[in-house]
């Protein structure tokens, strides 16, 4: 009998990771696992703006003057719809905070 692998040992709370859906890559929050389920719950951070989305205060990218926008629903996701590297320089500054906490309050 052979031990289940566990493929998210690599993936941390509070990390920032790539999303992958139909419509490209967005760097996304991870807040929220369950390995077991592989069920992982993400706040998804986009360049531009659209139906329910709200625009940050400061960007994600503190380098980039881009505005940041942010879903307003979180997403549950599975393992193959993450990245397996950690996006680098990527913070929410403490203004946004409140916000993003709140969106992930949700479920």
Request: aromatic share 8%.
């Amino acid at each position: 009998m052979s031990k289940k692998k566990i493929y998210s040992k690599h993936l941390v709370k509070g990390r920032f990771y790539i999303h992958n859906d139909k419509y490209g890559g967005h760097p996304s929050l991870l807040y929220k696992k369950n390995d077991r389920k592989n069920l992982y719950f993400v706040i998804i951070f986009t360049s531009k703006n659209g139906p329910k989305r709200t625009r940050l205060k400061h960007s994600i990218e503190p380098a980039k003057v881009k505005q940041s926008f942010v879903h307003n629903n979180p997403s549950v996701v599975t393992r193959r719809d993450l990245g397996t590297k950690e996006l680098q320089g990527l913070k929410v500054n403490k203004d946004d905070k409140p916000l993003i906490k709140s969106i992930g309050n949700k479920k």
